[in-house]
Protein backbone atom coordinates (compact mmCIF):
# COMPACT_ATOMS: atom_id res chain seq x y z
CA UNK A 1 0.00 0.00 0.00
CA UNK A 2 3.02 2.28 0.76
CA UNK A 3 6.10 2.04 -2.16
CA UNK A 4 9.23 4.28 -1.98
CA UNK A 5 11.32 4.21 -4.84
CA UNK A 6 14.91 5.40 -5.27
CA UNK A 7 14.36 8.60 -2.58
CA UNK A 8 16.69 11.02 -2.44
CA UNK A 9 16.46 13.47 0.37
CA UNK A 10 19.58 16.22 0.18
CA UNK A 11 19.56 18.97 3.00
CA UNK A 12 21.21 22.31 1.73
CA UNK A 13 22.65 23.52 5.05
CA UNK A 14 24.22 27.33 3.94
CA UNK A 15 25.05 25.78 1.05
CA UNK A 16 26.90 22.41 1.75
CA UNK A 17 24.47 19.60 0.04
CA UNK A 18 23.92 16.58 2.86
CA UNK A 19 23.16 13.66 0.94
CA UNK A 20 20.26 11.96 3.56
CA UNK A 21 19.33 9.83 1.42
CA UNK A 22 20.47 8.10 -1.33
CA UNK A 23 17.60 6.50 -3.23
CA UNK A 24 15.87 4.09 -0.48
CA UNK A 25 13.34 1.70 -1.47
CA UNK A 26 10.86 -0.08 0.82
CA UNK A 27 7.11 -0.47 0.76
CA UNK A 28 4.56 -1.32 3.50
CA UNK A 29 2.31 -4.23 2.91
CA UNK A 30 -1.46 -4.18 4.13
CA UNK A 31 -1.99 -5.21 7.78
CA UNK A 32 1.70 -5.43 7.82
CA UNK A 33 4.26 -4.40 10.51
CA UNK A 34 7.55 -3.37 8.72
CA UNK A 35 10.73 -2.06 11.06
CA UNK A 36 13.27 0.40 10.12
CA UNK A 37 15.81 -0.06 11.43
CA UNK A 38 19.51 1.30 11.64
CA UNK A 39 22.12 3.65 13.19
CA UNK A 40 21.19 7.33 14.19
CA UNK A 41 21.52 9.19 11.04
CA UNK A 42 20.96 6.70 8.66
CA UNK A 43 17.75 8.36 7.55
CA UNK A 44 14.97 6.25 9.04
CA UNK A 45 13.54 9.56 10.19
CA UNK A 46 14.14 11.52 6.76
CA UNK A 47 12.36 8.55 5.03
CA UNK A 48 9.37 8.94 7.65
CA UNK A 49 8.51 12.43 7.39
CA UNK A 50 9.61 12.51 3.17
CA UNK A 51 6.42 10.41 3.36
CA UNK A 52 3.88 12.78 4.07
CA UNK A 53 6.27 15.69 3.12
CA UNK A 54 7.07 16.64 6.77
CA UNK A 55 10.64 17.46 6.05
CA UNK A 56 12.42 21.09 7.22
CA UNK A 57 12.28 23.19 4.81
CA UNK A 58 16.04 22.68 4.28
CA UNK A 59 15.70 19.85 3.13
CA UNK A 60 14.80 18.76 -0.83
CA UNK A 61 13.39 15.97 -2.58
CA UNK A 62 15.73 15.81 -5.38
CA UNK A 63 14.15 12.51 -6.76
CA UNK A 64 11.96 9.33 -6.16
CA UNK A 65 8.70 8.73 -6.43
CA UNK A 66 6.27 7.91 -3.09
CA UNK A 67 3.02 6.39 -3.92
CA UNK A 68 0.30 5.46 -1.39
CA UNK A 69 -2.50 3.75 -2.37
CA UNK A 70 -2.12 4.51 -6.01
CA UNK A 71 -1.33 8.33 -5.27
CA UNK A 72 1.70 10.06 -5.72
CA UNK A 73 2.20 11.86 -2.53
CA UNK A 74 5.03 13.68 -3.74
CA UNK A 75 2.91 15.45 -6.26
CA UNK A 76 -0.11 15.73 -4.35
CA UNK A 77 -1.44 19.86 -3.88
CA UNK A 78 -1.38 20.57 -0.92
CA UNK A 79 -4.90 20.90 0.49
CA UNK A 80 -5.08 17.12 -0.98
CA UNK A 81 -1.79 16.17 0.94
CA UNK A 82 -3.67 17.61 4.24
CA UNK A 83 -6.53 14.96 4.17
CA UNK A 84 -3.86 12.54 3.93
CA UNK A 85 -2.12 13.39 6.82
CA UNK A 86 -3.49 12.52 9.90
CA UNK A 87 -6.15 10.74 8.48
CA UNK A 88 -5.05 7.80 6.18
CA UNK A 89 -1.14 8.49 7.27
CA UNK A 90 -0.59 8.91 11.08
CA UNK A 91 2.32 9.53 13.01
CA UNK A 92 3.83 8.96 16.90
CA UNK A 93 6.60 10.71 17.55
CA UNK A 94 9.78 9.85 19.78
CA UNK A 95 9.57 12.78 22.59
CA UNK A 96 5.84 11.99 23.53
CA UNK A 97 5.85 15.23 26.09
CA UNK A 98 6.94 17.53 23.13
CA UNK A 99 4.76 16.37 20.77
CA UNK A 100 1.79 17.57 22.52
CA UNK A 101 0.89 21.45 22.69
CA UNK A 102 1.84 22.80 26.32
CA UNK A 103 -0.67 25.02 26.20
CA UNK A 104 -4.19 22.99 25.63
CA UNK A 105 -5.55 19.76 27.76
CA UNK A 106 -4.52 16.54 26.01
CA UNK A 107 -8.17 15.90 25.49
CA UNK A 108 -8.39 18.75 23.38
CA UNK A 109 -5.80 17.85 21.66
CA UNK A 110 -7.17 14.50 20.55
CA UNK A 111 -10.49 16.19 19.90
CA UNK A 112 -8.73 18.32 17.27
CA UNK A 113 -8.42 15.35 14.59
CA UNK A 114 -12.34 14.60 15.31
CA UNK A 115 -12.82 17.74 14.07
CA UNK A 116 -10.38 18.79 11.60
CA UNK A 117 -11.19 15.64 9.63
CA UNK A 118 -14.61 14.28 10.63
CA UNK A 119 -16.36 17.30 11.24
CA UNK A 120 -18.01 15.97 14.81
CA UNK A 121 -20.13 17.85 16.38
CA UNK A 122 -18.03 18.60 19.90
CA UNK A 123 -20.29 16.65 22.35
CA UNK A 124 -19.87 13.53 20.16
CA UNK A 125 -16.32 14.39 19.44
CA UNK A 126 -16.06 14.30 23.56
CA UNK A 127 -17.85 11.39 23.90
CA UNK A 128 -15.59 9.50 21.23
CA UNK A 129 -12.17 11.09 23.00
CA UNK A 130 -13.27 9.29 26.07
CA UNK A 131 -13.67 6.19 24.24
CA UNK A 132 -9.97 6.15 22.75
CA UNK A 133 -8.29 7.56 26.07
CA UNK A 134 -9.87 3.87 27.23
CA UNK A 135 -8.88 2.33 23.99
CA UNK A 136 -5.37 3.17 24.88
CA UNK A 137 -5.92 1.23 28.24
CA UNK A 138 -5.82 4.68 29.76
CA UNK A 139 -8.05 4.34 33.05
CA UNK A 140 -9.81 7.53 34.21
CA UNK A 141 -9.78 9.00 30.97
CA UNK A 142 -12.23 11.58 32.15
CA UNK A 143 -9.62 12.88 34.45
CA UNK A 144 -7.18 12.71 32.18
CA UNK A 145 -8.71 14.33 29.48
CA UNK A 146 -8.46 17.79 31.36
CA UNK A 147 -4.90 17.27 31.98
CA UNK A 148 -1.90 19.23 30.33
CA UNK A 149 0.78 16.96 29.20
CA UNK A 150 3.34 18.39 31.69
CA UNK A 151 1.05 17.07 34.66
CA UNK A 152 0.95 13.16 32.98
CA UNK A 153 4.10 10.86 33.00
CA UNK A 154 6.50 10.14 29.51
CA UNK A 155 4.34 6.70 29.40
CA UNK A 156 0.78 8.43 29.29
CA UNK A 157 1.59 10.99 27.11
CA UNK A 158 2.74 8.68 24.56
CA UNK A 159 -0.61 6.70 25.20
CA UNK A 160 -2.24 10.01 24.22
CA UNK A 161 -0.24 10.56 21.07
CA UNK A 162 -0.83 6.75 20.22
CA UNK A 163 -4.73 8.37 21.03
CA UNK A 164 -3.97 11.08 19.03
CA UNK A 165 -3.02 9.37 16.28
CA UNK A 166 -5.44 7.03 15.45
CA UNK A 167 -8.14 9.39 15.85
CA UNK A 168 -9.04 9.45 12.44
CA UNK A 169 -8.52 5.35 11.96
CA UNK A 170 -5.05 6.00 9.88
CA UNK A 171 -4.38 3.13 7.02
CA UNK A 172 -0.45 3.36 7.41
CA UNK A 173 0.89 4.41 11.26
CA UNK A 174 4.39 6.04 11.22
CA UNK A 175 6.05 4.99 14.81
CA UNK A 176 8.90 6.81 14.60
CA UNK A 177 11.24 5.23 17.78
CA UNK A 178 7.94 5.95 20.05
CA UNK A 179 9.19 3.70 23.41
CA UNK A 180 12.94 5.29 23.21
CA UNK A 181 12.18 7.98 25.41
CA UNK A 182 10.30 5.46 27.67
CA UNK A 183 11.48 3.40 30.67
CA UNK A 184 11.67 -0.73 29.79
CA UNK A 185 8.69 -1.74 31.34
CA UNK A 186 6.69 1.52 29.84
CA UNK A 187 8.14 0.41 26.80
CA UNK A 188 6.53 -2.97 26.89
CA UNK A 189 3.42 -1.61 27.59
CA UNK A 190 3.65 0.19 24.75
CA UNK A 191 4.32 -1.88 22.75
CA UNK A 192 1.79 -4.46 23.36
CA UNK A 193 -0.57 -1.90 23.19
CA UNK A 194 0.55 -0.98 19.64
CA UNK A 195 0.74 -4.53 19.19
CA UNK A 196 -3.22 -4.95 19.83
CA UNK A 197 -4.23 -1.69 18.37
CA UNK A 198 -3.02 -3.21 15.76
CA UNK A 199 -4.90 -6.27 15.18
CA UNK A 200 -7.96 -4.61 16.40
CA UNK A 201 -7.80 -1.60 14.10
CA UNK A 202 -6.24 -3.22 11.18
CA UNK A 203 -3.62 -0.77 10.59
CA UNK A 204 0.04 -1.15 8.61
CA UNK A 205 2.55 -0.38 11.13
CA UNK A 206 5.86 1.65 9.95
CA UNK A 207 7.86 1.30 12.88
CA UNK A 208 11.29 3.07 13.54
CA UNK A 209 13.85 2.02 15.69
CA UNK A 210 17.82 1.53 16.43
CA UNK A 211 16.67 -1.75 18.71
CA UNK A 212 16.60 -5.10 16.65
CA UNK A 213 14.98 -6.66 20.35
CA UNK A 214 12.08 -4.25 19.74
CA UNK A 215 12.34 -5.43 16.00
CA UNK A 216 12.13 -9.44 16.95
CA UNK A 217 8.98 -8.69 18.76
CA UNK A 218 6.86 -6.80 16.63
CA UNK A 219 8.21 -7.23 12.81
CA UNK A 220 6.60 -9.26 9.69
CA UNK A 221 9.34 -7.61 7.88
CA UNK A 222 13.00 -5.34 8.98
CA UNK A 223 14.59 -2.89 6.58
CA UNK A 224 17.66 -2.53 7.62
CA UNK A 225 19.20 1.00 6.70
CA UNK A 226 22.88 2.18 6.57
CA UNK A 227 24.28 6.06 5.62
CA UNK A 228 20.92 6.62 3.44
CA UNK A 229 20.44 3.67 1.70
CA UNK A 230 18.53 0.42 2.55
CA UNK A 231 21.28 -2.48 2.80
CA UNK A 232 19.10 -5.43 3.58
CA UNK A 233 15.58 -5.90 3.71
CA UNK A 234 13.85 -9.04 5.15
CA UNK A 235 11.00 -11.15 6.66
CA UNK A 236 11.78 -10.79 10.09
CA UNK A 237 13.27 -14.57 10.91
CA UNK A 238 16.00 -14.37 8.03
CA UNK A 239 17.16 -11.02 9.48
CA UNK A 240 18.35 -12.89 12.93
CA UNK A 241 19.41 -16.33 11.29
CA UNK A 242 21.22 -15.25 8.25
CA UNK A 243 22.31 -11.23 8.38
CA UNK A 244 23.79 -10.61 4.81
CA UNK A 245 24.98 -7.30 5.76
CA UNK A 246 27.87 -6.16 7.83
CA UNK A 247 26.03 -3.12 9.34
CA UNK A 248 23.10 -5.63 10.27
CA UNK A 249 25.35 -7.74 12.04
CA UNK A 250 26.45 -5.03 13.85
CA UNK A 251 23.07 -4.46 15.27
CA UNK A 252 22.10 -7.86 15.93
CA UNK A 253 25.69 -8.02 18.25
CA UNK A 254 24.78 -4.93 19.95
CA UNK A 255 21.87 -5.97 21.42
CA UNK A 256 23.20 -9.60 22.26
CA UNK A 257 26.14 -8.04 23.26
CA UNK A 258 23.50 -5.55 25.90
CA UNK A 259 21.49 -9.31 26.31
CA UNK A 260 24.13 -10.97 27.91
CA UNK A 261 25.70 -9.03 30.44
CA UNK B 1 0.03 36.69 41.87
CA UNK B 2 2.65 39.14 43.23
CA UNK B 3 1.99 41.99 44.92
CA UNK B 4 3.38 44.22 41.90
CA UNK B 5 0.48 42.88 39.88
CA UNK B 6 -1.74 43.36 42.45
CA UNK B 7 -1.19 46.91 42.91
CA UNK B 8 -1.27 47.68 39.00
CA UNK B 9 -4.47 45.61 38.89
CA UNK B 10 -5.75 47.60 41.95
CA UNK B 11 -5.08 50.72 40.37
CA UNK B 12 -5.80 50.10 36.88
CA UNK B 13 -9.05 48.32 38.16
CA UNK B 14 -10.01 51.64 40.27
CA UNK B 15 -9.76 53.76 37.57
CA UNK B 16 -11.23 51.88 34.54
CA UNK B 17 -14.47 51.57 37.05
CA UNK B 18 -14.33 55.49 37.72
CA UNK B 19 -14.50 55.76 33.81
CA UNK B 20 -17.08 53.32 33.35
CA UNK B 21 -19.45 54.65 36.34
CA UNK B 22 -18.45 58.22 35.61
CA UNK B 23 -22.28 59.70 34.73
CA UNK B 24 -23.13 58.10 38.65
CA UNK B 25 -20.22 58.76 40.34
CA UNK B 26 -19.09 62.37 39.21
CA UNK B 27 -19.90 64.70 41.31
CA UNK B 28 -21.13 67.61 38.41
CA UNK B 29 -21.54 67.75 34.75
CA UNK B 30 -17.51 67.84 33.57
CA UNK B 31 -18.58 70.66 31.01
CA UNK B 32 -21.12 73.04 33.68
CA UNK B 33 -19.46 76.40 33.76
CA UNK B 34 -20.25 77.84 37.04
CA UNK B 35 -19.16 81.43 37.07
CA UNK B 36 -19.65 81.97 40.80
CA UNK B 37 -16.66 80.01 41.64
CA UNK B 38 -13.85 80.63 39.08
CA UNK B 39 -10.70 78.83 40.34
CA UNK B 40 -11.67 77.49 43.57
CA UNK B 41 -8.64 75.86 45.20
CA UNK B 42 -9.90 72.44 46.67
CA UNK B 43 -12.84 72.61 49.27
CA UNK B 44 -15.80 70.51 50.28
CA UNK B 45 -18.10 71.28 47.02
CA UNK B 46 -15.28 71.11 45.20
CA UNK B 47 -12.64 68.21 46.03
CA UNK B 48 -10.02 68.76 43.50
CA UNK B 49 -10.98 72.89 42.58
CA UNK B 50 -12.02 74.18 39.19
CA UNK B 51 -10.89 75.49 36.89
CA UNK B 52 -10.96 78.89 35.11
CA UNK B 53 -14.47 78.65 33.75
CA UNK B 54 -15.43 77.33 37.52
CA UNK B 55 -15.66 73.86 35.77
CA UNK B 56 -15.21 71.37 38.47
CA UNK B 57 -11.81 69.32 38.27
CA UNK B 58 -12.76 65.94 39.71
CA UNK B 59 -15.54 65.51 37.24
CA UNK B 60 -13.20 66.78 34.25
CA UNK B 61 -10.58 64.18 35.26
CA UNK B 62 -13.42 61.32 35.69
CA UNK B 63 -14.76 62.35 32.24
CA UNK B 64 -11.28 62.42 31.22
CA UNK B 65 -10.63 58.87 32.51
CA UNK B 66 -12.78 57.54 29.67
CA UNK B 67 -11.18 59.15 27.06
CA UNK B 68 -7.78 58.76 28.32
CA UNK B 69 -8.06 54.87 29.39
CA UNK B 70 -10.09 54.28 25.66
CA UNK B 71 -7.55 56.08 23.48
CA UNK B 72 -5.06 53.69 25.54
CA UNK B 73 -6.89 50.53 24.76
CA UNK B 74 -8.38 51.09 21.42
CA UNK B 75 -5.09 52.61 19.91
CA UNK B 76 -3.07 49.17 21.32
CA UNK B 77 -5.65 47.16 20.20
CA UNK B 78 -5.37 48.63 17.07
CA UNK B 79 -1.72 47.79 16.94
CA UNK B 80 -2.14 44.89 18.35
CA UNK B 81 -4.36 43.38 15.39
CA UNK B 82 -1.74 44.53 12.59
CA UNK B 83 1.74 43.50 15.22
CA UNK B 84 0.22 40.25 15.54
CA UNK B 85 -1.30 39.46 12.17
CA UNK B 86 2.03 40.64 10.40
CA UNK B 87 4.55 39.10 12.86
CA UNK B 88 2.66 36.18 12.61
CA UNK B 89 2.68 36.00 8.78
CA UNK B 90 6.48 36.85 8.53
CA UNK B 91 7.55 34.52 11.15
CA UNK B 92 5.68 31.50 10.13
CA UNK B 93 6.14 31.92 6.03
CA UNK B 94 9.53 33.13 5.99
CA UNK B 95 11.15 34.38 2.79
CA UNK B 96 9.52 36.99 0.79
CA UNK B 97 6.46 37.59 3.34
CA UNK B 98 8.81 37.81 6.00
CA UNK B 99 10.88 40.72 3.92
CA UNK B 100 8.41 42.45 2.70
CA UNK B 101 6.67 42.68 5.74
CA UNK B 102 9.86 43.55 8.39
CA UNK B 103 11.41 45.69 5.65
CA UNK B 104 7.93 48.05 5.88
CA UNK B 105 8.44 48.06 10.08
CA UNK B 106 12.01 49.11 9.68
CA UNK B 107 10.62 51.87 7.49
CA UNK B 108 7.97 52.86 10.24
CA UNK B 109 10.90 52.69 12.86
CA UNK B 110 12.96 54.98 10.90
CA UNK B 111 10.21 57.96 11.45
CA UNK B 112 10.14 59.81 14.46
CA UNK B 113 6.64 58.53 15.30
CA UNK B 114 5.45 62.20 17.30
CA UNK B 115 6.34 64.29 14.22
CA UNK B 116 4.39 61.40 12.15
CA UNK B 117 1.51 61.60 14.44
CA UNK B 118 1.35 65.91 14.35
CA UNK B 119 1.37 66.04 11.09
CA UNK B 120 -1.19 63.63 10.01
CA UNK B 121 -3.44 65.12 12.85
CA UNK B 122 -2.47 68.65 11.89
CA UNK B 123 -3.81 67.55 8.26
CA UNK B 124 -6.98 65.56 9.00
CA UNK B 125 -8.87 66.27 11.93
CA UNK B 126 -7.67 65.86 15.40
CA UNK B 127 -10.81 63.51 16.55
CA UNK B 128 -10.76 60.93 19.04
CA UNK B 129 -11.13 58.06 16.05
CA UNK B 130 -8.28 59.66 14.57
CA UNK B 131 -6.28 60.23 17.27
CA UNK B 132 -6.76 56.45 18.48
CA UNK B 133 -6.10 54.71 14.89
CA UNK B 134 -3.16 57.13 14.11
CA UNK B 135 -1.38 56.24 17.50
CA UNK B 136 -2.22 52.34 16.51
CA UNK B 137 -1.15 52.45 13.21
CA UNK B 138 2.26 54.40 14.06
CA UNK B 139 2.91 51.39 17.26
CA UNK B 140 2.58 48.25 15.81
CA UNK B 141 6.04 47.53 14.67
CA UNK B 142 7.16 46.42 18.13
CA UNK B 143 4.71 44.26 18.52
CA UNK B 144 5.09 42.68 15.21
CA UNK B 145 9.09 42.33 15.68
CA UNK B 146 8.16 40.33 19.14
CA UNK B 147 5.61 37.89 18.07
CA UNK B 148 7.52 36.85 14.98
CA UNK B 149 10.68 36.00 16.91
CA UNK B 150 8.55 34.48 19.40
CA UNK B 151 6.94 32.01 16.45
CA UNK B 152 10.27 31.89 14.66
CA UNK B 153 11.68 29.94 17.73
CA UNK B 154 8.20 28.07 18.28
CA UNK B 155 7.06 26.81 15.20
CA UNK B 156 10.61 24.77 15.24
CA UNK B 157 9.02 22.90 18.59
CA UNK B 158 7.73 19.25 18.07
CA UNK B 159 4.28 19.95 18.54
CA UNK B 160 4.14 21.99 15.54
CA UNK B 161 5.18 19.42 13.64
CA UNK B 162 2.60 16.86 14.96
CA UNK B 163 -0.13 19.32 14.37
CA UNK B 164 1.12 19.59 10.68
CA UNK B 165 1.27 15.45 10.88
CA UNK B 166 -2.38 15.14 12.01
CA UNK B 167 -3.46 17.97 9.12
CA UNK B 168 -3.61 21.06 10.23
CA UNK B 169 -3.95 23.94 8.07
CA UNK B 170 -1.36 27.12 8.16
CA UNK B 171 -4.22 28.95 9.78
CA UNK B 172 -4.94 26.62 12.26
CA UNK B 173 -1.28 25.80 12.89
CA UNK B 174 -0.88 29.65 13.54
CA UNK B 175 -3.82 30.45 15.24
CA UNK B 176 -4.17 27.10 17.44
CA UNK B 177 -0.87 26.17 18.50
CA UNK B 178 1.70 28.94 17.69
CA UNK B 179 -0.45 32.33 18.67
CA UNK B 180 -1.16 31.03 22.02
CA UNK B 181 2.30 29.78 22.62
CA UNK B 182 3.29 33.16 21.64
CA UNK B 183 1.37 35.82 23.32
CA UNK B 184 2.37 35.97 27.09
CA UNK B 185 5.07 38.60 25.75
CA UNK B 186 3.03 40.37 24.11
CA UNK B 187 0.30 40.98 26.44
CA UNK B 188 3.39 41.98 28.65
CA UNK B 189 4.48 44.75 25.77
CA UNK B 190 0.51 45.46 24.90
CA UNK B 191 0.61 46.86 28.52
CA UNK B 192 3.58 48.66 28.20
CA UNK B 193 1.98 50.38 24.81
CA UNK B 194 -1.51 51.34 26.95
CA UNK B 195 0.43 53.31 28.93
CA UNK B 196 2.53 54.73 25.91
CA UNK B 197 -0.10 55.77 23.91
CA UNK B 198 -1.89 57.52 27.29
CA UNK B 199 1.32 59.41 27.05
CA UNK B 200 1.34 60.50 23.95
CA UNK B 201 -2.32 61.47 23.62
CA UNK B 202 -1.48 63.49 26.72
CA UNK B 203 1.17 65.45 24.64
CA UNK B 204 -0.54 65.76 21.52
CA UNK B 205 -3.41 67.13 23.52
CA UNK B 206 -0.63 69.52 25.60
CA UNK B 207 0.09 70.80 21.99
CA UNK B 208 -3.43 71.53 21.44
CA UNK B 209 -3.29 69.03 18.38
CA UNK B 210 -4.98 66.08 20.66
CA UNK B 211 -8.86 65.77 21.92
CA UNK B 212 -10.63 69.15 21.47
CA UNK B 213 -12.11 70.82 24.08
CA UNK B 214 -14.57 70.64 25.46
CA UNK B 215 -14.09 67.04 25.77
CA UNK B 216 -11.96 66.81 28.49
CA UNK B 217 -8.88 64.85 28.02
CA UNK B 218 -5.99 64.59 30.57
CA UNK B 219 -3.84 66.37 28.05
CA UNK B 220 -6.02 69.11 27.56
CA UNK B 221 -7.09 69.60 31.26
CA UNK B 222 -3.25 70.09 31.57
CA UNK B 223 -3.09 72.68 28.86
CA UNK B 224 -5.65 75.04 29.86
CA UNK B 225 -4.06 74.77 33.33
CA UNK B 226 -1.28 76.53 31.89
CA UNK B 227 -2.26 80.05 31.84
CA UNK B 228 -3.21 80.19 35.13
CA UNK B 229 -0.74 78.25 36.99
CA UNK B 230 0.94 80.90 38.78
CA UNK B 231 -2.69 81.07 41.06
CA UNK B 232 -4.34 77.62 40.77
CA UNK B 233 -1.71 74.89 41.04
CA UNK B 234 -4.48 72.60 41.46
CA UNK B 235 -5.39 72.40 38.33
CA UNK B 236 -1.78 71.13 36.94
CA UNK B 237 -1.41 68.98 39.63
CA UNK B 238 -4.18 66.51 39.49
CA UNK B 239 -4.50 65.85 35.88
CA UNK B 240 -0.93 65.12 36.22
CA UNK B 241 -1.17 62.87 38.75
CA UNK B 242 -4.04 61.00 37.12
CA UNK B 243 -1.48 60.24 34.12
CA UNK B 244 1.17 59.38 36.62
CA UNK B 245 -0.62 57.10 38.79
CA UNK B 246 -2.14 55.45 35.32
CA UNK B 247 1.20 54.79 33.84
CA UNK B 248 2.36 53.70 36.86
CA UNK B 249 -0.56 50.96 37.30
CA UNK B 250 0.44 49.81 33.78
CA UNK B 251 3.97 49.50 34.25
CA UNK B 252 3.18 47.87 37.28
CA UNK B 253 0.76 45.45 35.56
CA UNK B 254 3.01 44.87 32.64
CA UNK B 255 6.06 43.80 35.29
CA UNK B 256 4.27 42.21 37.30
CA UNK B 257 2.52 39.79 34.41
CA UNK B 258 6.43 39.39 32.91
CA UNK B 259 7.75 38.08 36.61
CA UNK B 260 4.55 36.35 37.39
CA UNK B 261 5.56 34.33 33.72
CA UNK B 262 8.87 34.44 34.31
CA UNK B 263 10.23 36.38 31.25
CA UNK B 264 13.11 37.89 30.65
CA UNK B 265 11.64 40.77 28.03
Redesign the interface.
Known amino acids: MLKISNLHVHFDLDGTIVKALCGVTLGVNLKETLVVAGESGSGKTVTALAV ?1 R ?1 LP ?1 AARVTSGEIYFNGKNLLLLEEDAL ?6 EI ?2 I ?1 Q ?1 PG ?7 MVGDQIM ?2 FL ?2 QGLPRVEAFAETLRLLELVKIKDSRRVFFNYPHQLSGGMNQRV ?1 IA ?2 L ?1 CRPKLLIADEPTTALDVTTETQILDLLCELKSSFGFSLLFITHNLSIARRIADRICVMYKGQVVEEADAERIFCSPQHFHTKELIHAYQTIGTQ | MNKLLLVGIAIIGFLSAAAILAPFISPYEPSLIDSASLLMPPSYAHPLGTDGLGRDLLSRIIYGARISLGIGIIAVGISLCIGVIAGSVAGYFGGLADSIIMRSADIMLCFPTFFLILATVAVLEPSIINIMVIIGLTSWMGIARLIRSEILSLREREFIQAAKAIGASHYGIICRHLLPNALGPVFVNATLGIAGAILLESALSFLGLGVQPPVPSWGNILIESKATLGVAWWITLFPGLAIFVTILGFNFIAEGLRKHWGYNA
Do not use: C, D
Open positions: TLARKVRGKAYFESFLNPVYESLHGMSA
